[in-house]
């Protein structure tokens, strides 16, 4: 069967949906793939050494400097989500139960409408106060060139510089557990726009299909990839379909009309 035709008959058929999406997902948005030349942080400078845990720690001032050149961040907000991001946030009020686990920290699902989304890198959108956890948004992050919390106290403002909600190198991916749990939970799980290089979100096809043959011995999960380059875990899938994903978003969205 035509593999468009097998993930729209799939899809048609299901409950629960789990998609996974890197950058790929957000390149027809305008946002480059993030390692990409020309990606969200620029080329040109030591990525992992200045967006990491150690180097916050040992100079926060100094990192709110890099993180902003870097990730280019007051150019952040400007993005819209693409039919990519809309395909997912549609079947959710298809009456579709949709995770959304992502790679990606542009805040463009939730834009687009997907309710239960898990950042698995964090976002960039916010930031808290380590010292008393209150979160603040874009706006107040780029208006401030150290960006500080402003939160008053019995001993006056709190004053600490404040932590990006971005996953930094040496910090943990968040919500790997809740991710799994969805996975846990869905009938066909749909992997879109990332090559799978990154540990430990690359383990999670693996993980979908341990569950899936943990229920039933020999059942063979429902499980697809959408990318636009073949990758190396292709041969885990039982429909790959290599496309731009807004591409392919169009054929998938004809083949499930067709379906009464």
Request: aromatic share 10%; with cysteine.
């Amino acid at each position: 069967m035509d593999q468009i035709k097998l993930l729209a008959k799939w899809i048609k058929e299901s409950k629960k949906i789990a998609f996974m999406s890197g950058a790929g997902v957000s390149t027809s948005s305008g946002i480059p793939d993030f390692r990409s030349s020309g990606g969200i942080w620029k080329e040109g400078v030591n990525r992992e050494y200045y967006i990491s845990r150690s180097f916050y720690n040992g100079n926060p001032k100094k990192f709110w400097e890099k993180y902003k050149e870097i990730f280019q961040i007051k150019l952040a907000g400007n993005y819209e989500p693409n039919e990519g991001h809309l395909f997912i946030a549609e079947l959710e009020k298809l009456g579709k139960e949709v995770t959304v686990l992502t790679q990606n920290i542009d805040g463009l699902h939730q834009k687009a409408g997907s309710t239960n989304v898990i950042e698995l890198h964090g976002t960039l959108k916010t930031a808290t106060c380590p010292k008393c956890k209150t979160i603040y948004d874009l706006e107040y992050i780029n208006k401030n060139k150290i960006p500080r919390c402003s939160r008053e106290t019995a001993k006056g403002m709190c004053n600490f510089i404040l932590k990006p909600d971005v996953v930094l190198f040496g910090d943990a991916v968040k919500g790997y557990k809740l991710a799994e749990e969805a996975l846990e939970q869905a009938d066909v799980f749909i992997v879109m726009g990332t090559s799978l290089e990154v540990y430990p979100v690359n383990t999670l096809p693996r993980h979908f299909v341990y569950v899936m043959n943990d229920w039933e011995e020999n059942k063979e999960p429902k499980m697809a990839i959408i990318n636009l380059e073949e990758t190396d875990k292709d041969e885990m899938f039982q429909a790959v379909i290599h496309a731009d994903i807004v591409d392919a978003v169009r054929e998938l969205k004809k083949e499930l009309n067709k379906i009464e």
